[in-house]
């Protein structure tokens, strides 16, 4: 089975241009999350979804950053204008709610620099 | 507050040998979760082990286990028979309460295990 899926691996963009990130959950799992990582912040949660429903977007640094989830099966992060302080590993991951056990999948993650 | 502390940065064990690895927690809601994440040097995430604050039981997954002490609030994960390939990052984290599906991650601790 395949895992989460994101695209691109590796992005390379300068400064105020516009950067869309792309995620695939896991098939039937319904919670779909952002995340960024860092050295100085470490891994931070920025939005989640459930159901394709935002429920959670506190995370979210500012107006330049905005998620979606047209549907059950795909979700971007967008960042727009970029700056050299959203160079970042971000990730997406997805989960299938069974209990209080709510694991969490990671995708392999896209590394964002922002020249 | 920090509400999840890892407070070593870096830890050595030589290969076969068991070690632990600290994290407390600080969460004022009965009802949350623990779990621990591994992050080789590849940068993906993998999920490790989960424990339910009403579980009675310590969590086990071959190798790892956790040592829960409630009353300390503390989620140590131990890795028993360290082997070459359990070099990484390892992250501590908290679904701090079973309304949300937010998780909380500590800093970190990187383990390198020797020959």
């Known amino acids: 089975d395949a895992g989460v899926i994101q695209s691109p691996r590796h992005e390379v963009t300068e400064m105020g241009q516009e950067v869309t990130l792309r995620c695939k959950p896991i098939s039937g799992h319904d919670y779909l999350f952002w995340y960024r990582q860092t050295m100085m912040r470490g891994l931070e949660l920025l939005i989640y979804?459930?159901?394709?429903?935002?429920?959670?977007d506190s995370g979210m640094p500012e107006d330049r950053f905005s998620a979606k989830m047209p549907n059950a099966s795909f979700s971007t992060l967008k960042i727009q204008p970029s700056e050299p302080r959203d160079s970042a590993v971000y990730f997406c991951?997805?989960?299938?709610?069974?209990?209080?056990?709510?694991?969490?999948?990671f995708g392999p993650g896209t590394r964002l620099t922002v020249l | 507050a920090q509400k999840i502390t890892q407070t070593q940065p870096g830890m050595f064990v030589q290969e076969k040998e068991a070690v632990t690895l600290d994290c407390t927690y600080d969460?004022?809601?009965?009802?949350?979760?623990l779990f621990w994440y591994k992050q080789p040097s590849s940068g993906e995430m993998i999920f490790l082990i989960y424990q339910g604050s009403y579980d009675q039981q310590n969590a086990t997954e071959g190798r790892y286990s956790l040592n829960f002490q409630k009353a300390r609030k503390s989620a140590n994960l131990v890795i028993s028979a360290s082997q070459l390939g359990d070099s990484a990052m390892y992250f501590c984290a908290m679904r701090e309460s079973y309304n949300t599906d937010k998780l909380i991650f500590g800093t970190g601790t990187r383990l390198q295990v020797f020959p």
């Open positions: 969460t004022s809601d009965p009802s949350y979760g």
């Open positions: 991951a997805s989960s299938l709610w069974v209990s209080s056990y709510n694991e969490q999948f």
């Open positions: 979804f459930n159901n394709n429903v935002p429920i959670d």
